[in-house]
């Protein structure tokens, strides 16, 4: 009777978890596009990728590369598109298994997103400005040896975010558990967690919109499958970022947030120093500096980009 009753109870434990995930998912709704601008969609890989452009046509091109957590997307830009579109032909594009592009099943790593990032920009973009932000500048940095990008800007550049645990991509994978349990991490309370920890300096500069588009993002079909790869650090790159910095021929700049705790700006600094890099550090910021302090850096693109006025 033990038996039976244990057994009815995970089944029923488990048929709730599979409700709940198709309510969320119900709930969260298609999401629509946070940019102002033109929105386009790129086949890649069987994929439909999605990007926005703003901005004048002859412009130099500037590519937008947001980061990459739960609920990611190109929202991460929507604070600096428009100001950045009278300057230059923006393209801000959603990756491969986030914001509004696919989101197949792939067991996603740091190559395929190099290699998207080099297709991509050839395709999409002549030869780029690329600003990308923390781990996907390590994919950027990886993609520049074979792409013809103008020069780089890395916000908090990230390449190892600890030891790798291919087990918990498995978990996440499961098709009732791992989406449950990814359901959890990708709650709004964690979302904001993660936005007050690592996100912004000063919580009162959330904007609650922000949030909830990241819960709605990370609530498409399909989404825990790229984060399962980033929450088990295989999307680390297998580089040391410094090494690689050195040996780029095209100019790149950081730009750290003083406050950082997730990539300490002790990091930047040794990354400066080891490749000869110019650090630019924006003051009560952590890793979202763009997002919290538009206008300082703004600022900075305004006066040290080179094509910003050409």
């Given at each position: 009777m033990k038996v039976r009753t244990l057994l009815g109870a995970t089944v029923g434990a488990v048929a709730g978890a599979a409700i709940g995930n198709r309510l969320l998912t119900a709930r969260a709704g298609p999401l629509e596009n946070p940019l102002s601008g033109v929105e386009h969609s790129y086949r890649?890989?069987?994929?439909?990728?999605?990007?926005?452009?703003?901005?004048?046509?002859?412009?130099?091109?500037?590519?937008?590369?947001?980061?990459?957590?739960?609920?990611?997307?190109?929202?991460?830009?929507?604070?600096?598109?428009?100001?950045?579109?009278e300057s230059y032909r923006v393209v801000a594009v959603d990756l491969p298994g986030f914001g509004r592009s696919d989101r197949p099943p792939l067991v996603y790593s740091s190559g395929l997103y190099a290699e998207f990032l080099r297709d991509f920009s050839r395709d999409v973009t002549d030869e780029p400005i690329v600003?990308?932000?923390?781990?996907?500048?390590?994919?950027?940095?990886?993609?520049?040896?074979?792409?013809?990008?103008?020069?780089?800007?890395?916000?908090?550049?990230?390449?190892?975010?600890?030891?790798?645990?291919?087990?918990?991509?498995?978990?996440?994978?499961?098709?009732?558990?791992?989406?449950?349990?990814?359901?959890?991490?990708?709650?709004?309370?964690?979302?904001?967690?993660?936005?007050?920890?690592?996100?912004?300096?000063?919580?009162?500069?959330?904007?609650?919109?922000?949030?909830?588009?990241?819960w709605r993002s990370a609530h498409q079909p399909g989404a825990k499958y790229a984060p399962a790869s980033f929450a088990s650090g295989m999307l680390d790159p297998d580089f040391d970022l410094a090494t690689e910095l050195a040996s780029l021929e095209i100019p790149v700049t950081l730009v750290w947030g003083r406050d950082a705790e997730l990539v300490p700006l002790r990091d930047g600094r040794e990354l400066a120093e080891a490749a000869n890099l110019e650090l630019v550090v924006i003051d009560y910021a952590t890793q979202l500096p763009h997002g919290e302090h538009p206008e300082t850096f703004l600022e900075y693109i305004e006066a040290e980009l080179p094509r910003a006025d050409s």
């Open positions: 890649w890989r069987g994929m439909n990728v999605q990007y926005t452009v703003a901005g004048d046509p002859d412009s130099p091109d500037l590519l937008l590369v947001h980061s990459v957590h739960a609920g990611a997307s190109s929202q991460e830009f929507a604070t600096i598109m428009e100001e950045l579109a600003i990308a932000s923390s781990l996907s500048g390590s994919f950027a940095v990886e993609a520049a040896d074979n792409a013809e990008f103008d020069q780089l800007v890395l916000i908090c550049p990230l390449a190892d975010t600890g030891e790798q645990r291919p087990w918990v991509r498995t978990l996440l994978r499961t098709p009732v558990v791992g989406t449950a349990l990814f359901n959890l991490l990708a709650s709004s309370p964690a979302i904001r967690y993660f936005y007050e920890r690592d996100g912004y300096y000063n919580a009162s500069r959330i904007d609650q919109e922000e949030i909830e588009y990241a």
